[in-house]
């Protein structure tokens, strides 16, 4: 079973929504998936606001790079204005670590940084094209 760390912004529920559509499509069909707001190991009422403790930063920071670590893939969401800095982060880290990242745009039309698109193994438009793609790399 493959490993899939699904990156994304998370900053409405449309982003995490649409995260948690990638999430379902490859856990239905083997996945096995970490979607950082779903999965972290703190408390979920720290996560409603932005006063967090330093405690709590770590936490988040150590996993999300441990489930990086583990994982074979990347799946990252491109979608808005730019792509997201810790979305970049994470595909950047799975670029040094020679895995693929595979990105979905979501049929956006912009350029995007040539430096961060250059780390992205393929893009696709939707996720109906997913399972295809991810069984191909």
């Known amino acids: 079973m493959k490993k899939v760390y699904i990156a994304g912004p998370l900053f409405n529920i449309h982003e995490k929504r649409y995260l948690e559509e990638i999430a379902e499509i490859l856990e239905s069909n083997g996945y096995d998936c970490f979607l ?3 999965d972290q190991t703190v408390d979920p009422e720290e996560l409603k606001g932005v006063d967090m403790s330093q405690e709590t930063k770590d936490t988040i920071f ?3 790079l441990d489930a990086l670590n583990k ?3 990347t799946v ?3 979608t808005g204005q730019d792509i997201d800095s810790g979305t970049c982060s994470e595909i950047g880290y ?3 670590l020679k895995k693929p990242v595979l990105a979905i745009d979501a049929e ?3 350029y995007r940084n040539l ?3 250059g780390m992205l193994t393929v893009t696709i438009n939707n996720t109906d094209q997913l399972l295809e793609t991810i069984d191909a790399l």
Request: glycine share 0%; proline share 5%; hydrophobic share 40%.
């Open 71 to 73: 994982a074979d893939i």
């Open 108 to 110: 956006e039309r912009r």
């Open 94 to 96: 799975t670029y040094a």
């Open 115 to 117: 430096f961060v698109e």
């Open 62 to 64: 150590q996993t999300d």
């Open 36 to 38: 950082p707001h779903r």
């Open 76 to 78: 990252a969401l491109i």
